[in-house]
T-cell receptor, first 114, second 109 residues
Framework: ETGVTQTPRHLVMGMTNKKSLKCEQH?????MYWYKQSAKKPLELMFV???????ENNSVPSRFSPECPNSSHLFLHLHTLQPEDSALYLC?????????????FGPGTRLTVT | GQNIDQPTEMTATEGAIVQINCTYQ??????LFWYQQHAGEAPTFLSY??LDGLEEKGRFSSFLSRSKGYSYLLLKELQMKDSASYLC??????????WGAGTKLIIKP
């Protein structure tokens, strides 16, 4: 079961293109995350939004630009990417109050930069 | 620095038991999570341990020792569908998850 959706599921883009990834959560959570997953590497946290406010930016290059218009939607705007940015981009959400902090993930966007 | 270590790959036989270990060094500790990720799919939550001891949930159990910085995930009565990567993650003092690289579990008939 997943209450987190992501579009598109696959994306191929050239280095000069501009594209956006979209994430939507239907779980009523108050925190949303962008992760990068590369083969045989740990998940890399990119951005965190808590109650629509960005609380974390883990030294991510400016060619990645997040946007969180409300607590249910999260975007990742991409421009002038590099081939090493090819990876699986995962969105997640969680409830950051109470005693339960598990994150729920979307299916991811498989990004290839040519 | 912060570090999560787990084996890269393990192989087990259908119907058997397998234990996947995870050791960690983090700045602060607010719990340890195990996730399962099938190839091409999203990680899904399996367990959360914040106190020492064993938590059992059906065929899966998770153990935590905070003093040793150690956890394991125990899978019993293995099924072919258990072939997946198992991710260990620790929630640090800022309530952010620090992830291991994952253990790929291969189940053979």
């Amino acid at each position: 079961e997943t209450g987190v959706t992501q579009t598109p599921r696959h994306l191929v883009m050239g280095m000069t293109n501009k594209k956006s990834l979209k994430c939507e959560q239907h779980l009523g959570h108050n925190a949303m995350y962008w992760y990068k997953q590369s083969a045989k590497k740990p998940l890399e946290l990119m951005f965190v939004y808590n109650f629509k406010e960005q609380t974390e930016n883990n030294s991510v290059p400016s060619r990645f630009s997040p946007e969180c218009p409300n607590s249910s939607h999260l975007f990742l705007h991409l421009h002038t990417l590099q081939p090493e940015d090819s990876a699986l981009y995962l969105c997640a959400s969680s409830q950051m109050t109470g005693s339960s902090y598990e994150q729920y993930f979307g299916p991811g966007t498989r990004l290839t930069v040519t | 620095g912060q570090n999560i270590d787990q084996p890269t790959e393990m192989t087990a036989t259908e119907g058997a038991i397998v234990q996947i270990n995870c050791t960690y060094q983090t700045s602060g500790f607010n719990g340890l999570f195990w996730y399962q990720q099938h190839a091409g799919e999203a990680p899904t939550f399996l367990s959360y341990n914040v106190l020492d001891g064993l938590e059992e949930k059906g065929r899966f159990s998770s153990f935590l020792s905070r003093s040793k910085g150690y956890s394991y995930l125990l899978l019993k009565e293995l099924q072919m569908k258990d072939s997946a990567s198992y991710l260990c993650a620790v929630m640090d003092s800022n309530y952010q998850l620090i992830w291991g690289a994952g253990t790929k579990l291969i189940i053979k008939p």
